[in-house]
């Protein structure tokens, strides 16, 4: 039980996995990328949760020397390995979306 | 996007795959047992989280003619199909300890 609890308590939150799933199908990924691929977001929101994610080791953050400055991510490694969960999510979430509300 | 967000409104927070991991594991589950499995949970919070499984689908509950009464739960169908998931949660939580934490 510990184990998988262990995972959500990365994961867990209305946004971590969407914005891992943005950043994860672009391969590389602007913030003003991702604030536009994860509805309902907020700028301060995703500040946060990156930051997280860089925490647990699953993003990587870089600068570019453009003008304006951006700043881009993408996964690390470890945060790679989340591939399969993030598709079997998806998946099964427009099969739930279908069996709840028939669409 | 959308999809794995469905996924994550219905799976989301602390508790839900945690409580779906343990009616899963054993596949039924009395009310008392998977309070004393999921680590921290309180009787409050575990029936509200089994009543929102139950609205999403995932869950039935049958209430046991024994004295005194005792309420199981066991996944539905729908619920099953959450199994491959679950798996992959339980072992990239195994993975992420070792990574982050070097246990």
Chains 1, 2 share one sequence.
């Not at 998806?90 to 069996?99: D, F, L, P, S, V």
Request: contains cysteine; glycine residues 4%; proline residues 1%.
């Amino acid at each position: 039980m510990r184990a998988v609890q262990d995972s959500m308590d990365v994961l867990s939150g209305k946004w971590k996995i969407a914005i891992l799933s943005s950043i994860c199908y672009y391969n590389k990924r602007r913030f003003s990328d991702i604030l536009h691929d994860v509805e309902g977001i907020s700028n301060k929101m995703l500040s946060k949760e990156l930051k997280e994610l860089e925490i647990n080791k699953l993003v990587n953050r870089s600068v570019m020397d453009t003008q304006p400055i951006t700043v881009q991510y993408e996964l690390t490694e470890h945060g790679r390995t989340l591939q399969t969960i993030i598709n079997h999510l998806t998946a099964w979430g427009i099969e739930h979306r279908k069996k709840i509300i028939g669409e």
